[in-house]
Protein backbone atom coordinates (compact mmCIF):
# COMPACT_ATOMS: atom_id res chain seq x y z
CA UNK A 1 0.00 0.00 0.00
CA UNK A 2 1.65 3.73 -1.05
CA UNK A 3 2.01 5.77 1.38
CA UNK A 4 1.58 8.96 -0.75
CA UNK A 5 -2.14 10.33 -0.44
CA UNK A 6 -4.11 10.35 -3.55
CA UNK A 7 -3.71 13.52 -4.82
CA UNK A 8 -1.48 13.38 -8.02
CA UNK A 9 1.24 11.18 -6.19
CA UNK A 10 4.42 10.78 -8.31
CA UNK A 11 3.36 8.28 -10.90
CA UNK A 12 4.93 4.62 -10.48
CA UNK A 13 5.41 4.49 -14.61
CA UNK A 14 7.75 7.80 -14.35
CA UNK A 15 9.86 6.43 -11.42
CA UNK A 16 10.12 3.24 -12.86
CA UNK A 17 11.84 4.91 -16.47
CA UNK A 18 15.26 5.53 -13.78
CA UNK A 19 17.97 2.68 -14.59
CA UNK A 20 19.71 3.62 -11.43
CA UNK A 21 22.52 4.57 -14.16
CA UNK A 22 23.99 7.23 -11.72
CA UNK A 23 24.79 9.62 -15.05
CA UNK A 24 22.81 12.42 -12.50
CA UNK A 25 25.33 12.24 -9.75
CA UNK A 26 28.13 14.70 -11.10
CA UNK A 27 25.68 17.23 -12.33
CA UNK A 28 23.82 17.41 -9.31
CA UNK A 29 24.38 20.46 -7.41
CA UNK A 30 23.24 18.75 -3.87
CA UNK A 31 24.85 15.59 -3.65
CA UNK A 32 28.21 17.42 -4.77
CA UNK A 33 28.18 19.38 -1.34
CA UNK A 34 26.07 16.88 0.50
CA UNK A 35 28.10 14.04 -0.30
CA UNK A 36 25.15 11.25 0.43
CA UNK A 37 23.07 9.26 -2.38
CA UNK A 38 19.70 10.19 -1.06
CA UNK A 39 20.54 13.93 -1.70
CA UNK A 40 21.35 12.80 -5.45
CA UNK A 41 18.57 12.35 -8.05
CA UNK A 42 18.96 8.78 -7.84
CA UNK A 43 18.25 8.90 -4.40
CA UNK A 44 15.51 10.37 -4.42
CA UNK A 45 13.78 8.11 -6.59
CA UNK A 46 14.68 5.30 -4.70
CA UNK A 47 12.92 7.28 -1.94
CA UNK A 48 9.84 8.17 -3.63
CA UNK A 49 9.50 4.49 -4.95
CA UNK A 50 9.54 3.43 -1.37
CA UNK A 51 6.90 5.61 -0.19
CA UNK A 52 4.49 4.46 -3.07
CA UNK A 53 5.60 1.07 -2.39
CA UNK A 54 4.63 1.49 1.51
CA UNK A 55 8.44 0.59 2.37
CA UNK A 56 8.99 4.10 3.50
CA UNK A 57 6.89 7.02 5.07
CA UNK A 58 6.80 10.23 4.55
CA UNK A 59 8.64 11.84 7.74
CA UNK A 60 11.54 14.27 8.88
CA UNK A 61 14.31 11.86 7.86
CA UNK A 62 13.08 11.52 4.07
CA UNK A 63 11.52 15.13 3.97
CA UNK A 64 14.80 16.66 4.59
CA UNK A 65 15.75 14.84 1.49
CA UNK A 66 13.50 16.03 -0.71
CA UNK A 67 13.92 19.32 0.49
CA UNK A 68 17.89 19.50 -0.29
CA UNK A 69 16.90 19.46 -3.79
CA UNK A 70 17.62 22.65 -5.45
CA UNK A 71 14.75 21.98 -8.35
CA UNK A 72 17.55 22.89 -10.85
CA UNK A 73 16.67 20.28 -13.33
CA UNK A 74 20.52 19.31 -14.61
CA UNK A 75 19.39 15.69 -13.95
CA UNK A 76 16.76 16.12 -16.36
CA UNK A 77 19.22 17.70 -19.47
CA UNK A 78 22.17 14.58 -18.06
CA UNK A 79 19.63 11.56 -17.90
CA UNK A 80 20.48 8.96 -20.99
CA UNK A 81 16.96 7.39 -20.36
CA UNK A 82 15.03 10.85 -20.36
CA UNK A 83 13.81 10.18 -16.81
CA UNK A 84 11.39 13.12 -16.31
CA UNK A 85 12.43 13.70 -12.64
CA UNK A 86 11.21 17.74 -12.91
CA UNK A 87 7.63 16.08 -12.81
CA UNK A 88 8.34 13.43 -10.26
CA UNK A 89 9.65 16.37 -7.53
CA UNK A 90 7.38 18.41 -8.83
CA UNK A 91 4.77 15.75 -7.78
CA UNK A 92 6.48 15.10 -3.94
CA UNK A 93 6.73 18.48 -3.43
CA UNK A 94 2.96 18.85 -2.59
CA UNK A 95 2.60 15.51 -0.72
CA UNK A 96 5.60 16.17 1.86
CA UNK A 97 3.38 20.08 2.23
CA UNK A 98 0.57 18.29 2.86
CA UNK A 99 1.75 15.43 4.99
CA UNK A 100 4.46 16.31 7.01
CA UNK A 101 4.11 18.85 9.57
CA UNK A 102 6.86 21.37 9.80
CA UNK A 103 8.59 22.74 12.73
CA UNK A 104 8.04 25.94 14.49
CA UNK A 105 11.10 27.59 12.70
CA UNK A 106 10.41 26.12 9.00
CA UNK A 107 6.90 27.37 9.25
CA UNK A 108 8.15 30.91 10.16
CA UNK A 109 10.40 31.03 7.69
CA UNK A 110 7.92 29.73 5.16
CA UNK A 111 4.84 31.96 6.02
CA UNK A 112 7.09 35.02 5.76
CA UNK A 113 8.64 34.19 2.12
CA UNK A 114 5.11 33.26 1.13
CA UNK A 115 3.52 36.00 2.00
CA UNK A 116 5.79 38.29 0.88
CA UNK A 117 7.71 37.48 -1.74
CA UNK A 118 4.88 36.63 -4.08
CA UNK A 119 2.80 40.16 -3.83
CA UNK A 120 4.68 43.33 -4.93
CA UNK A 121 2.57 45.66 -2.55
CA UNK A 122 3.68 44.12 0.24
CA UNK A 123 7.16 43.89 -0.70
CA UNK A 124 7.14 47.61 -1.87
CA UNK A 125 5.51 48.87 1.94
CA UNK A 126 9.00 47.72 2.69
CA UNK A 127 11.04 49.39 1.06
CA UNK A 128 10.75 52.49 2.90
CA UNK A 129 11.68 50.99 5.90
CA UNK A 130 14.72 49.01 4.36
CA UNK A 131 16.03 52.03 2.66
CA UNK A 132 16.10 53.36 6.32
CA UNK A 133 17.93 50.27 7.27
CA UNK A 134 20.34 50.34 5.08
CA UNK A 135 21.40 54.06 5.21
CA UNK A 136 21.11 54.34 8.92
CA UNK A 137 24.39 52.09 9.81
CA UNK A 138 22.34 49.10 10.97
CA UNK A 139 22.75 46.68 8.21
CA UNK A 140 26.50 47.53 8.45
CA UNK A 141 26.69 46.87 11.92
CA UNK A 142 24.43 43.80 11.83
CA UNK A 143 26.59 42.35 9.17
CA UNK A 144 30.45 43.31 10.82
CA UNK A 145 29.07 41.70 14.02
CA UNK A 146 27.40 38.26 12.35
CA UNK A 147 24.72 37.91 15.29
CA UNK A 148 22.28 38.16 12.76
CA UNK A 149 23.65 34.78 11.32
CA UNK A 150 24.00 33.39 14.49
CA UNK A 151 20.63 34.23 16.12
CA UNK A 152 18.72 33.10 12.82
CA UNK A 153 21.05 32.05 9.88
CA UNK A 154 18.24 31.86 7.38
CA UNK A 155 16.52 35.30 8.07
CA UNK A 156 20.56 36.10 7.81
CA UNK A 157 20.97 34.75 4.46
CA UNK A 158 17.78 36.30 3.58
CA UNK A 159 19.30 39.57 4.81
CA UNK A 160 22.36 38.80 3.04
CA UNK A 161 20.95 39.01 -0.76
CA UNK A 162 18.94 42.13 -0.38
CA UNK A 163 20.02 44.78 -2.98
CA UNK A 164 20.65 48.39 -2.48
CA UNK A 165 17.52 50.21 -2.34
CA UNK A 166 17.58 53.25 -4.50
CA UNK A 167 14.97 55.48 -5.80
CA UNK A 168 14.32 53.66 -8.92
CA UNK A 169 12.59 50.77 -6.23
CA UNK A 170 9.88 53.02 -5.95
CA UNK A 171 9.30 53.65 -9.70
CA UNK A 172 6.33 51.48 -11.36
CA UNK A 173 5.71 54.45 -14.30
CA UNK A 174 5.75 51.75 -17.46
CA UNK A 175 2.35 52.67 -19.12
CA UNK A 176 0.14 50.22 -19.89
CA UNK A 177 0.51 50.16 -24.09
CA UNK A 178 3.62 51.21 -24.81
CA UNK A 179 3.94 51.91 -29.09
CA UNK A 180 6.46 50.31 -30.89
CA UNK A 181 8.91 52.66 -32.61
CA UNK A 182 8.81 52.70 -36.44
CA UNK A 183 6.65 50.16 -38.03
CA UNK A 184 4.46 47.27 -35.83
CA UNK A 185 5.31 44.40 -36.31
CA UNK A 186 4.15 42.69 -32.87
CA UNK A 187 2.09 43.40 -30.45
CA UNK A 188 3.56 41.35 -26.96
CA UNK A 189 2.41 41.27 -23.06
CA UNK A 190 4.81 41.67 -20.74
CA UNK A 191 5.06 40.40 -17.47
CA UNK A 192 7.01 42.44 -14.71
CA UNK A 193 7.76 39.98 -11.99
CA UNK A 194 7.84 40.61 -8.39
CA UNK A 195 11.25 41.14 -7.36
CA UNK A 196 11.97 42.22 -10.43
CA UNK A 197 9.74 45.16 -10.53
CA UNK A 198 10.97 46.88 -7.41
CA UNK A 199 14.97 45.47 -7.04
CA UNK A 200 15.66 45.74 -11.25
CA UNK A 201 13.09 47.88 -12.31
CA UNK A 202 15.76 48.92 -15.07
CA UNK A 203 16.07 45.56 -16.84
CA UNK A 204 12.48 45.68 -17.17
CA UNK A 205 12.40 49.57 -18.32
CA UNK A 206 15.53 48.18 -20.92
CA UNK A 207 13.41 45.64 -22.27
CA UNK A 208 10.41 47.88 -23.05
CA UNK A 209 13.29 49.99 -24.72
CA UNK A 210 14.52 47.10 -26.51
CA UNK A 211 10.94 45.26 -27.70
CA UNK A 212 9.75 48.77 -29.00
CA UNK A 213 12.99 49.55 -31.08
CA UNK A 214 12.07 46.36 -32.84
CA UNK A 215 8.82 47.04 -33.63
CA UNK A 216 7.04 45.71 -30.94
CA UNK A 217 4.20 47.19 -29.11
CA UNK A 218 4.37 46.43 -25.57
CA UNK A 219 1.07 45.55 -23.27
CA UNK A 220 1.66 45.59 -19.30
CA UNK A 221 -1.46 44.88 -18.04
CA UNK A 222 -2.03 46.57 -14.32
CA UNK A 223 -3.82 43.53 -12.87
CA UNK A 224 -0.99 41.12 -13.07
CA UNK A 225 0.47 39.83 -10.55
CA UNK A 226 3.19 37.02 -9.12
CA UNK A 227 3.95 34.26 -11.90
CA UNK A 228 3.60 31.72 -9.19
CA UNK A 229 7.38 30.34 -10.09
CA UNK A 230 7.62 30.24 -5.65
CA UNK A 231 4.93 29.05 -4.64
CA UNK A 232 5.21 25.91 -7.23
CA UNK A 233 8.90 25.00 -6.70
CA UNK A 234 7.85 24.86 -3.04
CA UNK A 235 4.77 22.65 -3.39
CA UNK A 236 2.48 25.61 -2.08
CA UNK A 237 -0.29 24.05 -4.82
CA UNK A 238 -3.02 25.84 -3.89
CA UNK A 239 -1.54 29.47 -3.62
CA UNK A 240 0.15 28.63 -6.95
CA UNK A 241 -3.02 27.79 -8.88
CA UNK A 242 -4.23 31.17 -7.01
CA UNK A 243 -1.39 33.35 -8.74
CA UNK A 244 -1.62 31.38 -12.28
CA UNK A 245 -5.58 32.09 -12.64
CA UNK A 246 -4.81 35.64 -11.67
CA UNK A 247 -2.17 36.04 -14.73
CA UNK A 248 -3.76 34.17 -17.16
CA UNK A 249 -7.13 36.99 -16.47
CA UNK A 250 -4.98 39.57 -17.18
CA UNK A 251 -3.53 38.90 -20.52
CA UNK A 252 -6.86 37.20 -21.68
CA UNK A 253 -8.16 38.79 -24.86
CA UNK A 254 -5.70 40.75 -25.67
CA UNK A 255 -4.58 39.84 -29.08
CA UNK A 256 -0.61 38.86 -28.78
CA UNK A 257 1.57 37.56 -30.53
CA UNK A 258 3.80 36.61 -27.09
CA UNK A 259 4.22 37.35 -23.82
CA UNK A 260 7.23 37.83 -22.87
CA UNK A 261 8.91 37.68 -19.54
CA UNK A 262 12.73 38.63 -18.59
CA UNK A 263 13.25 36.20 -15.55
CA UNK A 264 14.32 32.89 -16.34
CA UNK A 265 12.31 31.35 -13.17
CA UNK A 266 9.86 33.06 -14.14
CA UNK A 267 9.43 31.72 -17.62
CA UNK A 268 9.72 28.11 -16.67
CA UNK A 269 6.88 28.68 -14.21
CA UNK A 270 4.57 30.44 -16.88
CA UNK A 271 5.54 27.57 -19.25
CA UNK A 272 3.92 24.55 -16.86
CA UNK A 273 0.54 26.53 -16.46
CA UNK A 274 -0.85 23.83 -18.46
CA UNK A 275 0.46 21.24 -15.36
CA UNK A 276 -0.70 23.40 -12.75
CA UNK A 277 -4.14 23.71 -13.38
CA UNK A 278 -4.35 20.53 -15.30
CA UNK A 279 -7.05 19.93 -12.93
CA UNK A 280 -8.89 22.77 -13.20
CA UNK A 281 -11.78 22.37 -15.72
CA UNK A 282 -12.79 26.13 -16.12
CA UNK A 283 -8.47 27.11 -17.06
CA UNK A 284 -6.79 24.04 -18.27
CA UNK A 285 -7.21 25.05 -21.73
CA UNK A 286 -6.88 28.92 -20.78
CA UNK A 287 -3.94 27.63 -19.44
CA UNK A 288 -2.30 25.55 -22.03
CA UNK A 289 -3.35 28.37 -24.51
CA UNK A 290 -1.23 31.34 -22.13
CA UNK A 291 1.89 29.11 -22.07
CA UNK A 292 1.98 28.41 -25.49
CA UNK A 293 2.25 31.98 -26.04
CA UNK A 294 5.23 32.93 -23.21
CA UNK A 295 8.41 33.48 -24.44
CA UNK A 296 12.07 34.39 -22.94
CA UNK A 297 12.43 38.09 -23.84
CA UNK A 298 16.22 36.22 -25.33
CA UNK A 299 14.11 33.36 -26.75
CA UNK A 300 11.51 35.73 -28.60
CA UNK A 301 14.21 38.33 -29.75
CA UNK A 302 16.71 35.60 -31.26
CA UNK A 303 13.81 34.39 -33.71
CA UNK A 304 12.61 37.71 -35.28
CA UNK A 305 15.05 39.68 -37.11
CA UNK A 306 16.44 42.75 -35.05
CA UNK A 307 15.88 46.08 -36.84
CA UNK A 308 17.62 48.50 -34.33
CA UNK A 309 21.19 49.33 -35.40
CA UNK A 310 23.90 47.87 -32.34
CA UNK A 311 26.67 49.85 -31.45
CA UNK A 312 29.95 48.93 -29.59
CA UNK A 313 29.58 48.93 -25.67
CA UNK A 314 32.82 50.29 -24.94
CA UNK A 315 35.95 51.50 -26.98
CA UNK A 316 38.17 48.08 -26.97
CA UNK A 317 36.93 44.68 -26.94
CA UNK A 318 34.69 43.57 -24.47
CA UNK A 319 34.82 40.66 -22.59
CA UNK A 320 31.43 39.09 -21.24
CA UNK A 321 30.26 35.58 -19.56
CA UNK A 322 26.89 34.34 -19.85
CA UNK A 323 25.86 33.21 -16.66
CA UNK A 324 23.37 30.30 -17.77
CA UNK A 325 20.65 30.24 -15.09
CA UNK A 326 19.19 26.91 -14.40
CA UNK A 327 15.67 27.38 -15.30
CA UNK A 328 16.36 28.87 -18.56
CA UNK A 329 19.35 26.02 -19.73
CA UNK A 330 17.77 23.07 -17.94
CA UNK A 331 13.94 23.99 -17.45
CA UNK A 332 13.22 25.67 -20.87
CA UNK A 333 16.27 24.29 -22.93
CA UNK A 334 17.66 28.09 -23.79
CA UNK A 335 21.17 28.48 -24.19
CA UNK A 336 22.34 29.32 -27.59
CA UNK A 337 19.78 32.16 -27.69
CA UNK A 338 21.14 34.68 -25.36
CA UNK A 339 24.56 33.59 -27.00
CA UNK A 340 23.75 34.33 -30.11
CA UNK A 341 22.27 37.93 -29.37
CA UNK A 342 25.02 38.86 -27.31
CA UNK A 343 27.64 38.46 -30.28
CA UNK A 344 25.57 40.36 -32.19
CA UNK A 345 27.00 43.58 -29.94
CA UNK A 346 29.88 45.06 -32.05
CA UNK A 347 32.90 44.12 -29.79
CA UNK A 348 31.64 41.66 -27.52
CA UNK A 349 33.98 38.87 -26.92
CA UNK A 350 31.95 35.95 -25.07
CA UNK A 351 34.05 33.33 -22.57
CA UNK A 352 32.90 30.95 -21.00
CA UNK A 353 32.94 29.39 -17.20
CA UNK A 354 34.24 25.96 -16.22
CA UNK A 355 30.67 24.23 -14.90
CA UNK A 356 28.89 26.38 -16.63
CA UNK A 357 25.83 24.60 -16.43
CA UNK A 358 26.00 24.22 -12.15
CA UNK A 359 23.32 25.87 -10.16
CA UNK A 360 24.68 28.90 -8.55
CA UNK A 361 22.33 27.77 -5.40
CA UNK A 362 19.54 30.50 -5.18
CA UNK A 363 17.16 28.29 -6.98
CA UNK A 364 13.90 30.53 -5.93
CA UNK A 365 14.19 30.53 -2.14
CA UNK A 366 16.42 27.48 -1.70
CA UNK A 367 19.43 29.95 -0.42
CA UNK A 368 17.19 31.19 2.40
CA UNK A 369 15.94 27.83 3.28
CA UNK A 370 19.24 25.97 2.89
CA UNK A 371 21.76 28.88 3.16
CA UNK A 372 24.65 26.51 3.68
CA UNK A 373 24.59 24.47 0.67
CA UNK A 374 23.68 27.75 -1.07
CA UNK A 375 26.81 29.84 0.10
CA UNK A 376 28.99 26.68 -0.88
CA UNK A 377 27.44 26.53 -4.40
CA UNK A 378 27.37 29.97 -4.72
CA UNK A 379 30.99 30.73 -3.87
CA UNK A 380 32.15 28.01 -6.47
CA UNK A 381 29.89 30.12 -9.29
CA UNK A 382 31.44 33.19 -8.21
CA UNK A 383 35.08 31.94 -8.37
CA UNK A 384 34.34 30.18 -11.44
CA UNK A 385 32.85 33.41 -13.37
CA UNK A 386 35.76 35.64 -12.14
CA UNK A 387 38.24 32.96 -13.91
CA UNK A 388 36.83 33.61 -16.78
CA UNK A 389 38.93 36.96 -16.60
CA UNK A 390 35.93 38.32 -17.83
CA UNK A 391 35.12 42.15 -17.56
CA UNK A 392 31.01 41.50 -17.23
CA UNK A 393 28.72 39.11 -16.30
CA UNK A 394 25.51 38.96 -18.11
CA UNK A 395 22.79 37.09 -15.77
CA UNK A 396 19.25 36.47 -17.25
CA UNK A 397 17.68 35.73 -13.61
CA UNK A 398 17.18 38.34 -11.18
CA UNK A 399 17.91 35.17 -8.14
CA UNK A 400 20.93 34.11 -9.43
CA UNK A 401 21.83 37.97 -9.65
CA UNK A 402 21.09 38.33 -5.96
CA UNK A 403 23.03 35.49 -5.32
CA UNK A 404 26.30 35.46 -7.32
CA UNK A 405 26.78 39.76 -6.80
CA UNK A 406 26.75 38.53 -2.87
CA UNK A 407 29.70 36.59 -3.50
CA UNK A 408 31.48 38.48 -6.26
CA UNK A 409 31.49 41.03 -3.17
CA UNK A 410 32.60 38.48 -0.62
CA UNK A 411 35.50 37.73 -2.68
CA UNK A 412 36.14 41.33 -3.57
CA UNK A 413 35.53 41.16 -7.12
CA UNK A 414 34.96 44.39 -9.24
CA UNK A 415 33.17 42.63 -12.05
CA UNK A 416 30.19 43.99 -13.09
CA UNK A 417 27.00 42.26 -13.60
CA UNK A 418 23.89 43.19 -15.59
CA UNK A 419 21.25 41.85 -17.25
CA UNK A 420 21.89 40.70 -21.26
CA UNK A 421 18.99 42.53 -22.06
CA UNK A 422 20.55 45.54 -20.36
CA UNK A 423 23.35 44.95 -22.52
CA UNK A 424 21.61 45.36 -25.97
CA UNK A 425 19.50 48.09 -24.70
CA UNK A 426 23.05 49.91 -24.09
CA UNK A 427 23.78 48.96 -27.31
CA UNK A 428 20.80 49.83 -29.04
CA UNK A 429 21.40 53.43 -26.96
CA UNK A 430 24.73 53.44 -28.25
CA UNK A 431 26.02 54.11 -24.52
CA UNK A 432 29.44 52.72 -23.41
CA UNK A 433 30.05 50.51 -19.99
Known amino acids: MTNFDAKNPPQPELIDTCVHCGFCLATCPSYRIIGKEMDSPRGRIYLMDAINKGEATIDVATSQHFDSCLGCLACVTTCPSGVEYDKLIAATRPQIERNQPRSLSDRLIRILIFNLFPYPNRLRNLLAPLWLYQKSGLQKLLRNTGILKKLTPRLAAMEAILPAITANSWQDNLPEVIPAQGKQRYRVGMILGCVQRLFFSPVNEATVRVLTANGCEVVIPRSQGCCAALPAHQGQEAQAQTLARQMIDSFINQDLD ?129 NTGASLIASPNPGCSLQIQKHLDLQNSPIKLLHPIELLDYSIQGKKI
Open 258 to 386: AIIINAAGCGHTLKEYGHILADDPEYAEKAQEFSSKVKDVQEFLSKIELTAELHPLASAELSVVYQDACHLLHGQKISLEPRQLLRKIPGVKLREPIDASLCCGSAGIYNMLQPETADELGRQKATNLI
